[in-house]
């Protein structure tokens, strides 16, 4: 029985994977390198910006500090997240279910691009600042289960009581290894890459978690 849900944050709650992937193919254009997302797209959702970033140095061999470059797609970001919102649907579903279950979000957000966010869309007292971050399970980085299975035992749940709502496939195998149900978003991906999960939704109002 589903007694807690818990979000990842990009794609899921924040709309924002049209800003990372314009980000990026401009990160790409700066250094000569094909922008096609065809490419690199399911690389990076729902890894933190730091391995997205060594993802795309060694795909694209771009000379330079990893560290340097990290910096620089952040600035692109923000740059673009000036408009940040919800993700169409997220609201309605998260005010429908707040009062039965209880609610977190594991992420691998970068912190500073997420606190962009938290500033404008009030995530912190939505979630009653049950937010987790890398940083909370030594950043290790989704597939490992370990950020769904520490956000879990913050809520006081077993895993098998919880559900994970995830976009990415990184996070979809995170959910699965931490013994969770997982429903996979098709807000940043087609359906196919998200065949690991327990059920599949386009959109939020098609969860209905007495069938889960």
């Given at each position: 029985m589903i007694k807690a849900v818990i979000f990842d944050a990009d794609g899921v709650v924040i709309d924002t994977h049209q800003i990372y992937l314009l980000a990026d193919q401009t990160?790409?254009?700066n250094h000569g390198a094909d922008p096609n997302p065809e490419?690199?797209?399911?690389?990076?959702?729902?890894?933190?910006?730091?391995?997205?970033?060594?993802i795309l140095q060694n795909l694209f061999e771009i000379q330079g500090n990893s560290g340097d470059l990290l910096l620089e797609r952040i600035e692109i970001i923000k740059n673009l997240y000036k408009k940040i919102g919800f993700v169409p649907g997220f609201l309605d579903f998260f005010?429908?279910?707040k009062s039965n279950y209880k609610v977190a979000i594991a992420t691998s957000s970068n912190t500073e691009l997420f606190s962009i966010a938290d500033n404008g869309l009030g995530l912190h007292k939505l979630f009653n600042n049950h937010i987790y971050f890398l940083r909370d399970v030594n950043y290790v980085s989704k597939p490992a289960p370990d950020i769904y299975l520490f956000a879990a035992?913050?809520?006081n749940s077993n895993p098998s009581d919880c559900l994970v709502v995830e976009d990415a496939p990184s996070g979809i195998l995170s959910g699965k290894k931490a013994g969770m149900k997982v429903i996979g978003l098709s807000s940043s991906h087609n359906r196919e890459l998200l065949k690991e999960a327990d059920q599949i939704v386009d959109f939020f109002n098609q969860i209905n978690l007495d069938q889960i």
């Open positions: 990160f790409l254009v490419n690199f797209d399911h690389l990076l959702n729902g890894v933190s910006l730091e391995d997205g970033t060594k005010n429908k279910i035992k913050q809520l």
